[in-house]
T-cell receptor, first 110, second 115 residues
Framework: GENVEQHPSTLSVQEGDSAVIKCTYS??????FPWYKQELGKRPQLIID?????GEKKDQRIAVTLNKTAKHFSLHITETQPEDSAVYFC?????????FGKGTRLSVIA | DADVTQTPRNRITKTGKRIMLECSQT?????MYWYRQDPGLGLRLIYY???????NKGEISDGYSVSRQAQAKFSLSLESAIPNQTALYFC??????????????FGPGTRLTVL
């Protein structure tokens, strides 16, 4: 079955800097790659997703890139703000339940 | 998302007790899931259901059972709770029949402590 690896497990950046979180997946048939943000004590919420027929997607300060050949995808957050501090999860699937990475705890230092 | 609800939100119980966690949704979704979250281990799938007559085991189903009472209701049971089942449990929903959209929407979570 699908296996998703996520790195790093923790990331600290200065406010205003960029943050990058990377994930790799094992099943080349996977075609849907969402990213979830979980604030402390809250539920995971979708922040951006990408399908395998697209290489990059942007939404204001966040972007996701997908490299199908290498089977990896990344989340990019620019101009980080304190409210970006949270745990971020990547996931992959092919019309089946999502398989999640173990998460990255992002801390934005003011 | 107030349209995915979980009860109870917090529960403390003792080893050996039977516990039921309930999930309801008003999103009209066909697919429902139960996940367990432990620190450093991410979200692990316990069971999932693609419709009322469909129940599937996930990655960590041992010690758990589920019931899909209706399209909108999916319950998770711990028949005999043990301390290592102490965790945060999330219900999630996705998809409308005929659609392949996989975006999952999570409930607020149930924090379960087994003493």
């Amino acid at each position: 079955g699908e296996n998703v690896e996520q790195h790093p497990s923790t990331l600290s950046v200065q406010e205003g800097d960029s943050a990058v979180i990377k994930c790799t997946y094992s099943d080349s048939a996977s075609n849907y790659f969402p990213w979830y943000k979980q604030e402390l004590g809250k539920r995971p919420q979708l922040i951006i997703d990408i399908r395998s027929n697209v290489g990059e997607k942007k939404d204001q300060r966040i972007a996701v890139t997908l490299n199908k050949t290498a089977k990896h995808f990344s989340l990019h957050i620019t101009e980080t703000q304190p409210e970006d501090s949270a745990v971020y999860f990547c996931a992959a699937s092919i019309y089946t339940p999502l398989v999640f990475g173990k998460g990255t705890r992002l801390s934005v230092i003011a | 998302d107030a349209d995915v609800t979980q009860t109870p939100r917090n529960r403390i119980t003792k080893t050996g007790k039977r516990i039921m966690l309930e999930c309801s949704q008003t999103k009209g979704h066909d697919r429902m899931y139960w996940y367990r979250q432990d620190p450093g281990l991410g979200l692990r799938l316990i069971y999932y259901s693609f419709d009322v007559k469909d129940i599937n085991k996930g990655e960590i189903s041992d010690g758990y059972s589920v019931s899909r009472q209706a399209q909108a209701k999916f319950s998770l049971s711990l028949e005999s709770a043990i301390p290592n089942q102490t965790a945060l449990y999330f219900c999630a929903t996705s998809g409308v029949l005929g659609s392949y959209t996989d975006t999952q929407y999570f409930g607020p979570g149930t924090r379960l402590t087994v003493l």
